[in-house]
């Protein structure tokens, strides 16, 4: 059973240190200690406004609650690597992608005309050369109409391409 938010400060962090290498679990100590502004081993909301306006931000008092009350409790180092450790692990790519596809598919059909899609890869964002767009397609679940299944694709970049003897 899922521990409750009053327990998650203690119980729920005994294995994070075994989530991370120890080269990565310095990272966190040294972005930790660069958050920590007052040196007191721990981050709240003072800590987090000094931070972000050294960054040249100009926090609302609003984004600062917000962000303060993800932790179920004070932000110590162990916390701290607990809550980045639930962001690492609980985002899962495969919908990420799908929904980063979803958001130019106007019909929620799971589908994209081709064209229109290698029109958005060419000129948005990072702009793809047609070439990697090519390179995409070969492999990409195409029908004879023209329309990228982009649901199927997610699958494919997650799981791996179906053989076609399947």
Excluded: W
Aim: charge should be negative.
């Amino acid at each position: 059973k899922a521990p409750k938010k009053t327990e998650a400060a203690t119980a729920g962090t005994s294995n994070v240190f075994t989530m991370f290498d120890q080269s990565q679990i310095q990272e966190f100590k040294e972005a930790f200690n660069m958050i920590d502004q007052n040196r007191d081993g721990f981050i709240d909301k003072e800590d987090l406004h000094d931070m972000l306006a050294s960054l040249g931000k100009n926090p609302t008092n609003e984004y600062l609650e917000g962000m303060m009350s993800e932790a179920p409790g004070p932000i110590n180092f162990t916390m701290f690597l607990t809550m980045f450790g639930e962001k690492l692990n609980g985002t899962d790519p495969k919908d990420v992608i799908r929904n980063a596809f979803a958001c130019f598919d106007k019909e929620a059909s799971g589908f994209i005309h081709e064209d229109h899609l290698r029109e958005l890869l060419t000129t948005m964002g990072d702009h793809f050369t047609d070439e990697e767009v090519d390179e995409m397609y070969r492999e990409a679940p195409i029908d004879k109409k023209g329309n990228f299944n982009y649901v199927e694709f997610t699958c494919i970049l997650k799981h791996g391409a179906k053989d076609k003897d399947d």
